[in-house]
């Protein structure tokens, strides 16, 4: 598929260029700061010194100055706001502390992200290329009166390009650097007619991994990307448009680099030390050719949607819009889960979701004192999320004993290759442990060096909402304004899980374990009727243990006494099948503001806003084998957000700047945890997060402009185990810094921007990795290593720009003083007391050239 998608997209954009013969000016001016920008975040157009509440806007053509392509970069230049990028198919969304990453079908996002006025908030589908943007809007705070149910903490807003009527022109861009890298971008605007236009755009990436492959082929972490969008707009007239813009993207990326830094790399089967333990390191990550099918290390993924948006003007004080879209992702994606060269866990994600979408709104403003909107729309989605594993059981028991080098006190080493863990040396003292006496031969043939399994989770929604907003204007200068959203939803929640070729050994042998254990309590407590308890569990335990010691253990019949064990999660009924839950919720959100111009550049606001995710039917595995799954209603999660904030434009317009202060109260906490292998949704209570943000753009000589941005964000839980810790992806304090510089020169200008960014502390749970709170894996976590400092990253680009603006070349490079750092540590292999690390970018340089016509 790879191979058809770049010729085809090499396809479409040289008839995008061979389609733009025309030389004209865009359809807008487009801005290029942050300064110019007109903002549509009230669903009507405004300055942005005119909204109440913290935005951060960039215009698409600033986007492509500082070098931003993907969310990820964006966010460095975005103060309370950053997105984590494991993989286009696992991005981590976090707004004022708030992450939304969850992939389960049953997960409610907390950050909304929309492209043109649609939700593409699920986490599967909601990483996509910034090109031909027009502009992005990112607004802080519960915005569901706004954005929509998902909204609880704010909001994305992507707002692409649409074609412009009568008009024909085109530009083309070709970029290459190292690490293999390689992007060519075009866009053609293409008249055809006074009332009709079509407007075509794309962008094929590829990167090298920058994470080497001890162990041969694809490089760790690389990039491998096609989007493509087309758009047709119709407007027989001035009070009225329809535009449907169609968009793909495909993405096939190799291996994500989950790195244990506990055990070196290594050749699984000699176990010859390949590198070092660090994250940017090469791994030597275990092939997984025989793995679901033969999936490979890696990402297939493929995201696409339909959107139809038409605007009529009744009159000069009435307009209606109506918004109606399709939309698609499927996904799966194949990882190293432990992050060691052996073969214990091999895992993988398989996500898919189909959402349909109609939104109409009724806005008025008639130039005078009350203007607002009324509206009506209606959301149905569908999603699964399947999850296959496999593991090694010998290796896997020896992981769980602690003796997964040989030697518990030479933890590390990692001399020994996969084929000893079946060994009588290694196996049978672990197993004598586990006090089977004579079944410890049988069962240690027994254990199956490949056992799968595997869950499905499954969610239906539809979903009904009416919203209204209203401002008023009290004098020239003060204006109040209130917004409320009545949403209610119906929810069928899905869970199978089955074991796929035969029962798991080892999980039959934590079951005897448990047996013991309880076998050992009732023995203690020394009454008859606890040692006739104890006895009847002994004799349970003791045909457990024969059935493991009896040759083809694996396969042998179902019974009561013998049932398929699971490992990591236990089979439901007929082992796989679907149990279903349904849940209905309804619930209010609201917001009102308050704004005062100090001056027509400057303005006061404060605002108080109620955000609320709703209800979450969370699914589990069952207790036992055979039984059904256990779910679990998590209540709606609330938070009340209050802001106050400064916008101004000050020296004729040279300086701008806007700061803000917030406060939020959660309550019914939504936090994810880890059951096992698999991350669950749960209450965690209370917590609260306040902070500051600002702002600024200024122009300090004719050619030299100077940004920044500051966030600070203390949050905290309040309330359960989690008492005192951070919130995960939450650093207190987040900056940047840059500057433009413009050098006449004959026949153009050179343009220097430099750009730093930097972070402080960050953890990666919201356990913040404290062994004593992570009970539920498999093997404790005894370090709490998974943080990374604070650290920041220089990146430079210089381009020149001919003096008439058709082309300019530029060198960039990013994270030039090769920063080594992490962007996500802990993942599944945490449950087996393997954490994983995954490095963020090294130094990359490149060059570019660009063309407009």
């Given at each position: 598929m790879g191979?058809?998608?770049?010729?085809?997209?090499?396809s479409?954009?040289?008839l995008?260029?061979?389609g733009a013969s025309?030389?004209?000016?865009q359809?807008?001016?487009?801005a290029?700061?942050?300064d110019?920008?007109v903002?549509?975040?009230q669903?009507r157009?405004?300055?942005?010194?005119e909204?109440?509440?913290?935005?951060?806007a960039?215009?698409?053509?600033?986007?492509?100055?500082?070098?931003?392509?993907?969310?990820?970069q964006?966010s460095?230049?975005?103060?309370?706001?950053?997105?984590?990028?494991?993989s286009p198919?696992?991005?981590?969304f976090?707004?004022?502390?708030?992450?939304?990453?969850?992939?389960?079908a049953?997960?409610?996002?907390?950050?909304?992200?929309?492209?043109d006025?649609?939700s593409?908030?699920?986490s599967?589908g909601?990483?996509?290329?910034?090109?031909?943007?027009?502009?992005v809007?990112?607004a802080k705070?519960?915005?569901?009166?706004?954005?929509?149910?998902?909204?609880?903490?704010g909001?994305?807003n992507?707002?692409?390009?649409?074609?412009?009527?009568?008009?024909s022109?085109?530009?083309?861009e070709?970029?290459?650097?190292d690490?293999?890298?390689a992007?060519?971008?075009?866009?053609a605007?293409?008249?055809?007619?006074?009332?009709?236009?079509?407007?075509?755009?794309?962008?094929?990436?590829?990167?090298d991994?920058?994470?080497?492959?001890?162990l041969g082929?694809?490089d760790?972490n690389?990039i491998?990307?096609q989007a493509?969008r087309?758009?047709?707009a119709?407007a027989?007239?001035?009070?009225?448009?329809?535009?449907?813009?169609?968009?793909w993207?495909?993405?096939?990326?190799?291996?994500t680099?989950?790195?244990?830094i506990?055990?070196?790399?290594?050749?699984?089967?000699t176990?010859a030390?390949?590198?070092?333990?660090?994250p940017?390191d090469?791994?030597?990550l275990?092939?997984?050719?025989a793995?679901?099918?033969?999936?490979?290390?890696?990402?297939?993924?493929e995201?696409?949607?339909?959107?139809g948006?038409g605007?009529?003007?009744?009159?000069?004080?009435?307009t209606?819009?109506?918004?109606?879209?399709?939309?698609?992702?499927?996904?799966?994606?194949t990882?190293?889960a432990?992050?060691?060269s052996l073969?214990?866990l091999?895992?993988a994600?398989?996500?898919e979701?189909?959402q349909?979408?109609?939104?109409?709104?009724?806005?008025?403003?008639?130039?005078?004192r009350?203007s607002?909107?009324?509206?009506?729309?209606?959301?149905?989605?569908?999603?699964?999320?399947?999850?296959?594993?496999?593991?090694?059981?010998?290796?896997?028991?020896a992981?769980?004993?602690?003796?997964l080098d040989?030697?518990?006190?030479?933890?590390?080493?990692n001399?020994?290759?996969a084929?000893?863990?079946?060994?009588?040396?290694?196996?049978?003292?672990i197993?004598?442990?586990?006090?089977?006496?004579?079944?410890?031969?049988g069962?240690?043939?027994n254990?199956k060096?490949?056992?799968i399994e595997?869950?499905?989770n499954?969610?239906?929604?539809?979903s009904?909402?009416?919203?209204?907003?209203?401002?008023?204007a009290?004098t020239?200068?003060?204006?109040?304004?209130a917004?409320?959203?009545?949403?209610?939803?119906?929810k069928?929640?899905?869970?199978?899980?089955?074991?796929?070729?035969g029962r798991?050994?080892?999980?039959?042998?934590?079951?005897v374990?448990?047996?013991?254990g309880?076998?050992a309590?009732?023995?203690a407590?020394g009454?008859p009727q606890?040692?006739?308890?104890?006895?009847?569990?002994?004799a349970?335990?003791?045909a457990i243990v024969?059935?493991?010691?009896?040759?083809?253990?694996?396969?042998a019949?179902?019974?009561?006494?013998?049932?398929?064990?699971?490992?990591t999660a236990?089979?439901?009924?007929?082992n796989?099948d679907f149990?279903?839950?349904?849940?209905?919720?309804?619930?209010l959100?609201?917001?009102l503001t308050?704004?005062?111009?100090l001056s027509?550049?400057?303005?006061?606001?404060?605002?108080?806003a109620?955000g609320?995710?709703?209800?979450?039917?969370?699914?589990g595995?069952p207790?036992?084998p055979l039984?059904n799954?256990?779910?679990?209603?998590?209540?709606?999660?609330?938070v009340d957000s209050?802001e106050?904030?400064?916008k101004?434009?000050?020296?004729?317009?040279?300086?701008?700047?806007?700061?803000?202060v917030?406060?939020?109260s959660?309550?019914n906490?939504?936090?994810?945890?880890?059951?096992?292998t698999r991350f669950?949704?749960?209450?965690?209570?209370?917590a609260t997060s306040?902070?500051?943000?600002?702002?600024?753009?200024f122009?300090?000589t004719?050619?030299i402009?100077v940004?920044?941005?500051?966030?600070?964000?203390?949050?905290?839980?309040?309330a359960?185990?989690?008492?005192?810790n951070?919130?995960?992806?939450?650093p207190d304090?987040?900056?940047?810094?840059?500057?433009?510089?413009?050098?006449?020169?004959?026949?153009?200008?050179v343009?220097?921007q430099?750009t730093?960014?930097?972070q402080s502390?960050?953890?990666f749970?919201d356990d913040n990795?404290?062994p004593a709170?992570?009970?539920r894996?498999?093997?404790?976590?005894?370090?709490?290593?998974?943080?990374?400092?604070?650290?920041?990253?220089?990146?430079?680009?210089?381009?020149f720009?001919?003096?008439s603006?058709?082309w300019?070349?530029?060198?960039?490079?990013?994270?030039l003083?090769?920063?080594?750092y992490?962007?996500?540590a802990?993942?599944?292999?945490?449950?087996?007391g393997?954490?994983?690390?995954i490095?963020g970018?090294p130094?990359?340089?490149?060059?570019?050239?660009?063309?407009?016509?």
């Amino acid at each position: 598929m790879g191979h058809r998608a770049r010729i085809m997209g090499a396809s479409i954009l040289a008839l995008s260029w061979a389609g733009a013969s025309a030389v004209a000016a865009q359809s807008q001016d487009e801005a290029t700061s942050v300064d110019e920008i007109v903002v549509t975040a009230q669903l009507r157009e405004q300055d942005p010194i005119e909204v109440p509440f913290a935005l951060t806007a960039y215009s698409g053509e600033s986007l492509r100055e500082l070098g931003v392509q993907e969310f990820e970069q964006l966010s460095a230049f975005v103060p309370g706001f950053l997105v984590q990028n494991q993989s286009p198919n696992n991005p981590g969304f976090v707004m004022r502390g708030i992450t939304s990453d969850s992939g389960e079908a049953t997960t409610e996002p907390r950050v909304s992200v929309y492209q043109d006025g649609v939700s593409i908030s699920k986490s599967r589908g909601s990483y996509v290329e910034l090109f031909d943007l027009q502009r992005v809007e990112i607004a802080k705070g519960p915005q569901s009166t706004l954005y929509g149910r998902g909204a609880l903490i704010g909001a994305v807003n992507l707002i692409q390009n649409r074609p412009a009527i009568g008009q024909s022109f085109g530009e083309a861009e070709v970029q290459a650097g190292d690490y293999g890298y390689a992007m060519v971008e075009g866009v053609a605007n293409i008249a055809l007619g006074d009332t009709l236009a079509l407007r075509l755009a794309g962008r094929v990436k590829t990167r090298d991994g920058f994470v080497e492959n001890l162990l041969g082929g694809d490089d760790y972490n690389s990039i491998d990307t096609q989007a493509f969008r087309a758009s047709l707009a119709f407007a027989p007239s001035d009070s009225f448009r329809y535009d449907v813009i169609a968009n793909w993207q495909g993405d096939e990326a190799s291996g994500t680099s989950f790195k244990s830094i506990a055990y070196a790399p290594a050749d699984p089967n000699t176990g010859a030390v390949l590198g070092g333990r660090d994250p940017w390191d090469g791994a030597a990550l275990t092939p997984t050719a025989a793995f679901d099918g033969g999936k490979a290390l890696g990402l297939d993924r493929e995201v696409w949607g339909v959107t139809g948006i038409g605007r009529f003007d009744l009159n000069a004080d009435w307009t209606v819009t109506s918004i109606t879209a399709y939309r698609q992702f499927d996904s799966y994606e194949t990882f190293d889960a432990d992050g060691v060269s052996l073969p214990i866990l091999i895992a993988a994600e398989q996500a898919e979701g189909e959402q349909w979408s109609q939104e109409l709104r009724l806005n008025f403003d008639n130039g005078g004192r009350l203007s607002g909107f009324v509206g009506a729309g209606a959301f149905h989605e569908e999603g699964s999320q399947r999850t296959p594993t496999q593991f090694d059981e010998r290796i896997a028991l020896a992981q769980l004993a602690g003796f997964l080098d040989g030697n518990p006190f030479a933890v590390g080493s990692n001399t020994l290759p996969a084929a000893a863990y079946g060994s009588p040396a290694i196996l049978d003292p672990i197993l004598t442990s586990f006090g089977l006496g004579a079944a410890v031969p049988g069962i240690r043939n027994n254990l199956k060096p490949v056992h799968i399994e595997e869950a499905t989770n499954t969610s239906e929604l539809t979903s009904y909402d009416v919203f209204g907003d209203v401002t008023f204007a009290v004098t020239d200068r003060f204006e109040i304004a209130a917004g409320i959203r009545y949403t209610t939803d119906d929810k069928t929640t899905g869970y199978s899980s089955r074991v796929v070729n035969g029962r798991s050994v080892l999980g039959g042998l934590l079951a005897v374990q448990q047996l013991q254990g309880q076998i050992a309590a009732l023995v203690a407590q020394g009454t008859p009727q606890s040692l006739a308890q104890a006895a009847a569990l002994g004799a349970v335990a003791n045909a457990i243990v024969t059935g493991l010691a009896t040759p083809g253990a694996a396969n042998a019949p179902i019974s009561a006494a013998f049932p398929p064990f699971g490992l990591t999660a236990q089979p439901t009924p007929n082992n796989g099948d679907f149990v279903y839950r349904d849940l209905e919720d309804d619930g209010l959100t609201w917001r009102l503001t308050a704004r005062y111009d100090l001056s027509d550049d400057a303005s006061l606001y404060a605002n108080y806003a109620r955000g609320r995710r709703p209800k979450v039917l969370s699914a589990g595995a069952p207790s036992a084998p055979l039984s059904n799954p256990n779910f679990t209603e998590v209540d709606a999660e609330t938070v009340d957000s209050f802001e106050i904030g400064a916008k101004g434009a000050f020296m004729d317009g040279r300086l701008r700047a806007d700061g803000a202060v917030f406060h939020y109260s959660y309550e019914n906490f939504q936090t994810t945890i880890q059951d096992g292998t698999r991350f669950i949704t749960a209450n965690a209570g209370e917590a609260t997060s306040y902070g500051f943000e600002g702002q600024m753009s200024f122009q300090a000589t004719d050619s030299i402009d100077v940004f920044g941005t500051y966030g600070y964000n203390h949050s905290r839980f309040e309330a359960g185990i989690y008492d005192g810790n951070r919130f995960r992806l939450s650093p207190d304090h987040m900056a940047s810094i840059g500057m433009t510089w413009s050098l006449p020169l004959q026949g153009g200008d050179v343009i220097i921007q430099p750009t730093y960014t930097w972070q402080s502390e960050v953890f990666f749970n919201d356990d913040n990795d404290i062994p004593a709170l992570q009970t539920r894996n498999f093997v404790a976590d005894l370090i709490q290593d998974e943080v990374q400092d604070a650290y920041g990253l220089l990146n430079l680009r210089v381009r020149f720009v001919s003096g008439s603006g058709n082309w300019e070349v530029e060198a960039f490079g990013d994270n030039l003083l090769d920063e080594e750092y992490i962007k996500d540590a802990g993942n599944t292999g945490d449950a087996l007391g393997l954490p994983t690390f995954i490095a963020g970018r090294p130094r990359m340089a490149g060059l570019s050239l660009r063309l407009r016509y």
